[in-house]
C-alpha cells in the first residue's frame, strides 16, 4: 500500500489514473500482476503479446529530459511529421536538441493525398515549415505507415544517412509515428522477441530499441501532446469526420464573393471580395459536411448550428468547443489557405479571403500545390 510499483518491462512507476500517460495500467490488470509477482504496464503487456506498439505522452518536462538525451548522442534523427497538420506535428524547441545530428522529415499519411498533387510540392512545403523552426532536414520522405507505402524506400534512406550510427524516431503524439514503428518492425524483422524495451539511462522515460543489422539501435521515443492540434478538440466518432482517412476527393465550389463555407462546426471559409464568382477547391475528409451561406448571416447562422446542422462538435461537446478564430488573407497567386488538421481550400489569385478555425489551430497560405 502506498508503495509505487514498477512496470517490469520499462521500469515507469505503473498508476491506473490516465490511460494516455506512462506506466497506466488498468485496475484488474494490475491487481492481477500483484498476484502472480509480474506487473506490465499496459505499453509493455501489448508489446509483449501482440507485437503491438501503444502511443504514450509525457509531460513537458520529462520529454525535455528526453530531447537532451538525443542531444547528447552521435545519431540520425528522423522526424515524422503528418502531412495534414504540419504545424500541428512541430516538436518544440527540438531545434536546440538535434545539435549536429542529420534531421530526416519524414512526411505521413500520403495515402490521403490525391495523386493529382506534385510530391515535390508536398516536399517543398514541409521543408519549408521546418526550416521557419530551425530544422535543415538533409532530406524529405513521403510516405504512408497506414498502406506501407515507401516504407521500404524509408529504410534505405535510413541506413543511407545513418552512416553506421544509432537512429532516434521522434514526433508528437497523433502523427502515425507508432503505425510507422509496427511498420518497421513487420517490415525489417518479423520477429517478435526482436524488440525490447529500455529506459532512457538516469530517466524514467520508456524507449522502444530495433536492433539494426551492424548492432546500432534504432530507437522509438514517446511522443508528446502538441496542443495546438484539431484533434485535441474532438473526440472519437468526431475525430474520423475531420481528419481525412481516405484518398479526398477535392469538391469545387463556385462562389460569389460575400460567400461562406462551413465544415461542419470546426472551420470556416469565406470569399470576402474579388472581382467575380470563382471556383474555389476544397481538400477535406469526404464524409465531412460543408454548408454554404451568406457571409452577413455566417455569424448568426454558427451560434445557432453549432452542435446540430453544423456537426462535429458534437451537441454535447459545443460547450467545451473553442470559438472559431478568423485568419485573413488576400493573394496575388494561386494559393491554398491550410487549415491545420483539416485540408486546405485552392483559391485563385487577387481575392480577399479568410478561414477560420479554433482557437490556436494554426491557418495558413501557401502557393498552391496543384
Ligand atoms: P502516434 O500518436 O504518432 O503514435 O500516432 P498513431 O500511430 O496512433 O496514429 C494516429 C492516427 O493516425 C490513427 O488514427 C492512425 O490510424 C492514423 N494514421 C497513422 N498513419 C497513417 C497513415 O499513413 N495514413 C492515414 N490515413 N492515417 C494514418
Same mark, same amino acid.
Request: hydrophobic fraction near 40%; charged fraction near 25%; proline fraction near 5%.
Given at each position: 500500500?502506498?508503495?509505487?510499483?514498477?512496470?517490469?518491462?520499462?521500469?515507469?512507476?505503473?498508476?491506473?489514473?490516465?490511460?494516455?500517460?506512462?506506466?497506466?495500467?488498468? +485496475?484488474?490488470?494490475?491487481?492481477?500482476?500483484?498476484?502472480?509477482?509480474?506487473?506490465?504496464?499496459?505499453?509493455?503487456?501489448?508489446?509483449?503479446?501482440?507485437?503491438?506498439?501503444?502511443?504514450?505522452?509525457?509531460?513537458?518536462?520529462?520529454?525535455?529530459?528526453?530531447?537532451?538525451?538525443?542531444?547528447?548522442?552521435?545519431?540520425?534523427?528522423?522526424?515524422?511529421?503528418?502531412?495534414?497538420?504540419?504545424?500541428?506535428?512541430?516538436?518544440?524547441?527540438?531545434?536546440?536538441?538535434?545539435?549536429?545530428?542529420?534531421?530526416?522529415?519524414?512526411?505521413?499519411?500520403?495515402?490521403?493525398?490525391?495523386?493529382?498533387?506534385?510530391?515535390?510540392?508536398?516536399?517543398?512545403?514541409?521543408?519549408?515549415?521546418?526550416?521557419?523552426?530551425?530544422?535543415?532536414?538533409?532530406?524529405?520522405?513521403?510516405?504512408?505507415?497506414?498502406?506501407?507505402?515507401?516504407i521500404d524506400?524509408l529504410l534505405d534512406?535510413i541506413e543511407?544517412?545513418?552512416?553506421?550510427?544509432?537512429?532516434?524516431?521522434?514526433?508528437?503524439?497523433?502523427?502515425?509515428?507508432?503505425?510507422?514503428?509496427?511498420?518497421?518492425?513487420?517490415q525489417s524483422?518479423?520477429?517478435?522477441?526482436?524488440?525490447?524495451?529500455?529506459?532512457?539511462?538516469?530517466?524514467?522515460?520508456?524507449?522502444?530499441?530495433?536492433?539494426?543489422?551492424?548492432?546500432?539501435?534504432?530507437?522509438?521515443?514517446?511522443?508528446?501532446?502538441?496542443?495546438?492540434?484539431?484533434?485535441?478538440?474532438?473526440?472519437?466518432?468526431?475525430?474520423?469526420?475531420?481528419?481525412?482517412?481516405?484518398?479526398?476527393?477535392?469538391?469545387?465550389?463556385?462562389?460569389?464573393?460575400?460567400?461562406?463555407?462551413?465544415?461542419?462546426?470546426?472551420?470556416?471559409?469565406?470569399?470576402?471580395?474579388?472581382?467575380?464568382?470563382?471556383?474555389?477547391?476544397?481538400?477535406?475528409?469526404?464524409?465531412?459536411?460543408?454548408?454554404?451561406?451568406?457571409?452577413?448571416?455566417?455569424?448568426?447562422?454558427?451560434?445557432?448550428?453549432?452542435?446540430?446542422?453544423?456537426?462535429?462538435?458534437?451537441? +454535447?461537446?459545443?460547450?467545451?468547443?473553442?470559438?472559431?478564430?478568423?485568419?485573413?488573407?488576400?493573394?496575388?497567386?494561386?494559393?491554398?489557405?491550410?487549415?491545420?488538421?483539416?485540408?486546405?481550400?485552392?483559391?485563385?489569385?487577387?481575392?480577399?479571403?479568410?478561414?477560420?478555425?479554433?482557437?490556436?489551430?494554426?491557418?495558413?497560405?501557401?502557393?498552391?500545390?496543384?
Amino acid at each position: 500500500d502506498g508503495e509505487v510499483v514498477h512496470c517490469i518491462g520499462c521500469g515507469a512507476a505503473v498508476q491506473t489514473i490516465d490511460k494516455n500517460m506512462i506506466g497506466y495500467t488498468p +485496475e484488474s490488470a494490475l491487481k492481477k500482476g500483484l498476484e502472480n509477482g509480474e506487473v506490465y504496464c499496459q505499453r509493455c503487456f501489448r508489446l509483449r503479446h501482440y507485437n503491438e506498439i501503444a502511443p504514450v505522452s509525457l509531460s513537458d518536462d520529462d520529454f525535455l529530459k528526453l530531447l537532451t538525451k538525443i542531444a547528447s548522442t552521435d545519431s540520425l534523427i528522423v522526424y515524422v511529421v503528418d502531412i495534414f497538420d504540419v504545424n500541428g506535428s512541430m516538436i518544440p524547441g527540438l531545434h536546440r536538441f538535434v545539435g549536429d545530428n542529420p534531421v530526416l522529415l519524414v512526411g505521413n499519411k500520403l495515402d490521403v493525398l490525391p495523386a493529382s498533387l506534385k510530391k515535390n510540392k508536398v516536399k517543398d512545403w514541409l521543408r519549408q515549415r521546418a526550416n521557419a523552426a530551425g530544422i535543415r532536414p538533409i532530406d524529405v520522405e513521403l510516405i504512408s505507415a497506414k498502406t506501407n507505402f515507401d516504407i521500404d524506400r524509408l529504410l534505405d534512406q535510413i541506413e543511407k544517412y545513418r552512416k553506421g550510427k544509432d537512429v532516434y524516431v521522434v514526433g508528437v503524439t497523433n502523427v502515425g509515428k507508432s503505425t510507422l514503428i509496427n511498420s518497421i518492425v513487420r517490415q525489417s524483422t518479423g520477429i517478435k522477441e526482436l524488440i525490447t524495451t529500455s529506459r532512457f539511462p538516469g530517466t524514467t522515460l520508456d524507449r522502444i530499441d530495433i536492433p539494426l543489422d551492424d548492432g546500432k539501435l534504432l530507437v522509438d521515443t514517446p511522443g508528446i501532446i502538441q496542443p495546438e492540434q484539431m484533434a485535441h478538440h474532438l473526440v472519437g466518432k468526431e475525430l474520423k469526420l475531420v481528419t481525412p482517412q481516405k484518398t479526398i476527393k477535392p469538391k469545387v465550389y463556385q462562389l460569389n464573393p460575400e460567400q461562406t463555407l462551413f465544415f461542419g462546426g470546426v472551420a470556416r471559409f469565406d470569399y470576402n471580395s474579388g472581382d467575380k464568382k470563382h471556383g474555389f477547391t476544397v481538400y477535406a475528409e469526404n464524409n465531412l459536411y460543408i454548408h454554404r451561406t451568406k457571409l452577413v448571416n455566417a455569424d448568426a447562422f454558427y451560434a445557432s448550428h453549432v452542435g446540430n446542422l453544423l456537426t462535429p462538435p458534437s451537441e +454535447e461537446n459545443k460547450t467545451n468547443f473553442p470559438p472559431l478564430e478568423m485568419h485573413e488573407f488576400k493573394t496575388t497567386r494561386k494559393s491554398d489557405v491550410v487549415i491545420e488538421g483539416l485540408g486546405w481550400v485552392t483559391v485563385p489569385a487577387d481575392v480577399v479571403v479568410s478561414g477560420w478555425a479554433p482557437k490556436g489551430v494554426s491557418v495558413l497560405i501557401r502557393p498552391a500545390m496543384i
